[in-house]
Nanobody, 115 residues
Framework: QVQLVQSGGGLVQPGESLTLSCAAS????????HGWYRQAPGKQRDLVAG???????VYRDSVRGRFAISRDNAKLTMYLQMNNLKPEDTAVYYC?????????WGQGTQVTVSS
């Protein structure tokens, strides 16, 4: 079994920054820390930033240049640095990992950007 435990998040004002963390534990052989998703109320869960199989970082257009994804494979921890946050970034953020056909999700972290 795999557990993904998220930390970070909270309430910030527009223009401020936050960092989310996602630490994997449990049966970790073959696990791949894939990326970060977010889900706003009434909307579907969308990819925010992730890694391709080649290890390249990819971003949705609305966050490119403001967000940065990174991971420490030795520590099996993934991060999302979010800068210049905007109200439209408000959502619950989830980290995702996979192993073969299995998907694993973090518990979700609320990020609220409001003045």
């Amino acid at each position: 079994q795999v557990q993904l435990v998220q930390s970070g998040g909270g309430l910030v004002q527009p223009g401020e920054s936050l960092t989310l963390s996602c630490a994997a534990s449990g049966s970790l052989e073959g696990i791949n820390l894939h990326g970060w998703y977010r889900q706003a109320p009434g909307k579907q869960r969308d990819l925010v930033a992730g890694f391709t199989r080649a290890g390249d970082a990819v971003y949705r257009d609305s966050v490119r240049g403001r967000f940065a994804i990174s991971r420490d494979n030795a520590k099996l921890t993934m991060y999302l640095q979010m800068n210049n946050l905007k109200p439209e970034d408000t959502a619950v953020y989830y980290c995702n990992a996979d192993r073969g056909l299995d998907d694993f999700w973090g518990q979700g972290t609320q990020v609220t950007v409001s003045s």
